[in-house]
């Protein structure tokens, strides 16, 4: 019976391990290129739906072991999920019973807003935009207050206000009120000399005129990724998607926009890379162009996605243009979790310009005019956001 139950253990086919509860807890700390947490461990064919892309260096207790997975001990209630290959082990570390915060500080430089808050640790942590009003909201993980002053400086021109709730004992609610309605974006990441959390919020540009704008254009897949394949004509998406990029690209240069292309050849670029380049460029806004394809053939029709609420505006007002064209409609997407959709740096939108397995729409897009009718509509339905947020 026991040697049953050791076979179950190793060779079941959840793979799942146990941590053995006499032995001393097993940390690990994030490493690489934009490791991310997932809520658990459903996959589709974008992986596991993300919590919150982390800083390096973050430090997590492991309670499971799930094949390419841990499971970890965010606080007394919250648990995630991280790959492996995204955490390294450190040994002889134990969590301390209680992590402290200390002081705050909010204050603006000539480009940004900040937001700090001085840790203990690298603790985790997870961010959530709202609306109406306008807030970013964080979720420190394993923190308890110990903030005695929060400091804010005239310095600030997108933050209004900060202030923050212990939601939990081991839980600590950052609120971070913005001037304006429309969320730009920020970045999350530690100091790298200390266990200082820096919230880094972009401002509302000054002038809301497209040609005050520098918008990013992502030409989906490229390289040894073709993504789909025309129904009938069998062109691949990677060159139509290019194609298109570029139209806009050229578009929004004659209105006196800079921009930038993630690549504007036939090149292979993993979504780490395409990210990494983006933060680099800090762009205003990101547009993902994408064509798409579906086992129904008779499915056409024209779409465009987002992740974060405080985004969907975008690419609803996109949408309402492509759909001038005329296209069907196959919707405004949020919550989706398609990786140049992850960041929160910028605000974005990911088209799916039509679909490439039905012969209706493959036609149109085997057109070079409708190849810039397509730039146009996008162009213009930046525009329209722009005006709205006026």
Known sequence: MKRALLYFLLFSPFNVIAQDSTKSPIMVQTIGKLPFLKYGLGEDRLGGAKMTYLDSGIVMQVVDSVKSDYKVQLSKNHFAYIEKSSTRSLPLTVP???YLTSSWKAYGDEQFDYVTIQLDERLPYRSAQQISPARIVVDIFGATSNTNWITQLKSLQEVKSTWYEQVEDDVMRVFIELKHAQHWGYHIAYDSAA???IIRVKRQPKDLKIRKLKIAIDAGHGGENVGATGVNSKITEKDYTLKIAKELSQLLKRKGAATFMTRDIDTTLSMIERV????????????SIHLNSSGNLLVKGTSTYYRYIGFRSLSQSILDRMLELPLAETGNIGGFNFALNGPTDYPNSLVEVAYLSNADDEKQILDPRFQNAVAKKICEGIQDWLKEIK
């Open 276 to 287: 990494e380049l983006l933060r680099a460029e800090n762009p205003d806004i990101l547009i």
């Open 195 to 197: 266990q200082k959390l």
């Open 96 to 98: 301390s019973p209680y």
